[in-house]
């Protein structure tokens, strides 16, 4: 895969469908082997494949580094961890599994509701579901849990005066992400990575024809 033909747009179309779940990198791995790059098409392309296969190590950096700051601050940890919740709710996966996770336990409890908290059917067009899909979480659209958790996130930011605490945290979290992504030299094993992970979606797509 080239990825200097890769749009930020697509990167971030990417980071949002693709699952999350998988689990962090090795640390040896993660901090194998730096060089610097040759010229911009180069630390382009490298940029953009190190935030693809080392996403989920740098998600856990740039928590690190933001709980770092927020020691002092308790109310501002619950709001990073609200604020955070809004941000994830943006991935495709996590919502899903969110809502899939909380209906289940939800269904423990009260079947009744957690039947009404199923997402609504795909519309079916000429035989064939729509294209056209719009995310729920727990029966509801993805846009209202994320506008609850962003307003009381933004409550609890201006409650605890960390604002200017996480803006430091999160420039230094986003400066390191940033160099190591820079600096960290694309393995065999994430160009190989890339490729398995455009078949899985090209035979997807496939699939729902």
């Keep these: 895969m080239d990825w200097g033909n890769v749009t930020a747009e697509d990167l971030i179309d990417a980071l949002r469908e693709v699952d999350w779940s998988s689990p962090p990198r090795p640390l040896p791995e993660f901090f194998s082997r730096f060089t610097v790059p040759r010229s911009y098409s180069k630390w382009n392309s490298r940029l953009k494949c190190n935030l693809y296969y080392y996403r989920t190590n740098y998600f856990i950096l740039i ?15 619950l709001a990073a961890m609200l604020t955070t919740l809004s941000i994830a ?6 919502a899903g599994t969110f809502s899939e996770k909380v209906t289940r336990t939800v269904r423990q409890f009260s079947p009744h509701l957690a039947a009404k908290m199923r997402p609504p059917l795909r519309p079916v067009i000429r035989g064939h579901p729509s294209a ?5 979480i727990c ?20 409650v605890s005066c960390g604002l200017l605490t996480v803006l430091w945290a999160l ?4 400066l390191a992400t940033i160099l190591h992504a820079s600096f960290r030299t694309p393995n065999l094993k994430a160009r190989l990575n890339t490729f398995r992970e455009e078949f899985r979606a090209v035979w997807r797509n496939y699939s729902e024809l």
């Design 139 to 158: 029966g509801r659209p993805r846009w209202v849990f994320v506008f609850i958790f962003s307003s009381v996130s933004f409550i609890l930011w201006y």
């Design 63 to 77: 928590v690190f580094i933001l709980g770092l700051g927020f020691l002092r601050r308790p109310v501002a940890i």
């Design 132 to 136: 056209k899909r719009t995310i729920h």
């Design 89 to 94: 709710f943006l991935n495709d996966s996590f």
């Design 171 to 174: 420039v230094i979290a986003l």
